[in-house]
Nanobody
Framework: QVQLVESGGGLVQAGGSLRLSCAAS????????MGWFRQAPGKEREFVAA????????YYADSVKGRFSIARDSAKNTMYLQMNSLKAEDTAVYYC??????????????????WGQGTQVTVSS
């Protein structure tokens, strides 16, 4: 069993920054993929970014490339999402997730096995 707990969401003005954290527990994390997804009201959950835990390789959706940065601290079993230059369209509930089965980065929610409870990010224009 894996537990994922997000934190760091909030209200920020357009152009501002936030850093989300995702603390993972329940097993040893090594050769897995962890990801961030988001879901705005009335929309499907969409891929934001992912990281291959063992090598720290990162992947981003085109909509956030150059503005968001994903990272992990292996000693703390914690993943981060640094979000800069935030826009109103970034407003959503952000979820962290883990894919225990794939060796490649998947961008569809169905590929991920465990999810956090989500944290709200609201960007005011």
């Amino acid at each position: 069993q894996v537990q994922l707990v997000e934190s760091g969401g909030g209200l920020v003005q357009a152009g501002g920054s936030l850093r989300l954290s995702c603390a993972a527990s329940g097993r040893t994390f090594w050769n897995y993929v962890m990801g961030w997804f988001r879901q705005a009201p009335g929309k499907e959950r969409e891929f934001v970014a992912a990281i291959k835990w063992s090598r720290g390789l990162t992947y981003y959706a085109d909509s956030v490339k150059g503005r968001f940065s994903i990272a992990r601290d292996s000693a703390k079993n914690t993943m981060y999402l640094q979000m800069n230059s935030l826009k109103a369209e970034d407003t959503a509930v952000y979820y962290c997730s883990i894919d225990l089965r794939s060796t490649v980065v998947e961008t569809t929610p169905d590929a991920y096995d465990y999810w956090g409870q989500g944290t709200q990010v609201t960007v005011s224009s």
